[in-house]
């Protein structure tokens, strides 16, 4: 049986340098030196709000700099994605681009910044490790609006029939009838329509009337 088999001596895998995993073992602890990094990741899943983010799948651009310093390594740069989303006014879906820059530094183990400050404080190597997703899921959180729009003037739907404001037209509108006299143009209508059938031209509109009595006066001549 090999030595290293057994759960009791297995070994903790190291994380590979790829996706938003970053090897900074290359770059060294010399205070100043710096490295330029320019990659693509693949996101797995969706990246930031419910109404808009990275959608997964879409191509995440990195172009960084990795720079030691004597606490950790200081990562700074730009992240550069597509972005999808629902429009609060009118609900419909969006795509548009992000850009955003980052500005983070990430503590040596055992370093005086590592021992002096919270887990949630700082952001901290692991096996010369840096794991840059946290921080670009936080950055895009806080970049993304809460209400997102698919212009900065939507006009959103119409109150009264729901239709895009945008396809509607400048001429759409809908009679909208004073509640006080609602009842009054019901009943004005019914008494119509009643004068009709049982033959009085008083409560009929003008038009019908005119055309009634056109008829009766074809009627005498004859």
């Avoid at 930031?48 to 606490?71: F, T, Y």
């Avoid at 005086?112 to 010369?128: C, K, P, S, Y």
């Avoid at 509640?179 to 008083?202: I, M, T, Y």
Wanted: hydrophobic share 35%; glycine share 8%; charged share 25%.
């Amino acid at each position: 049986m090999p030595a290293d088999s057994g759960s009791g001596s297995r070994r903790r895998r190291t994380p590979t340098d790829a996706g938003f995993v970053l090897d900074t073992r290359s770059l060294g602890r010399a205070p100043g030196t710096m490295r330029e990094l320019h990659r693509i990741v693949t996101t797995e899943g969706k990246l930031g709000l419910e109404m808009v983010g990275i959608p997964a799948g879409a191509q995440v651009e990195l172009d960084l700099v990795l720079q030691s310093v004597s606490e950790g390594v200081l990562v700074t740069g730009t992240v550069s994605a597509p972005i999808d989303g629902e429009c609060s006014r009118c609900l419909e879906q969006f795509s548009d681009e992000i850009e955003l820059q980052i500005t983070e530094l990430f503590a040596y183990p055992d370093s005086a910044t590592e021992q002096t400050t919270e887990e949630d404080e700082i952001h901290r190597l692991v096996d010369d490790m840096i794991d840059l997703e946290p921080v670009v899921i936080d950055a895009v959180g806080l970049e993304l609006p809460l209400q997102p729009l698919c212009e900065e003037d939507c006009a959103g739907l119409c109150p009264e029939c729901g239709v895009r404001m945008a396809i509607a037209g400048s001429d759409h509108n809908h009679e909208i009838l004073d509640p006080r006299w609602a009842k009054l143009a019901v009943f004005a209508v019914q008494n119509g329509e009643s004068a009709v059938q049982n033959g009085d031209d008083s409560a009929v509109p003008n038009g019908a009337s005119r055309t009634d009595q056109s008829a009766d006066s074809d009627s005498e001549e004859k």
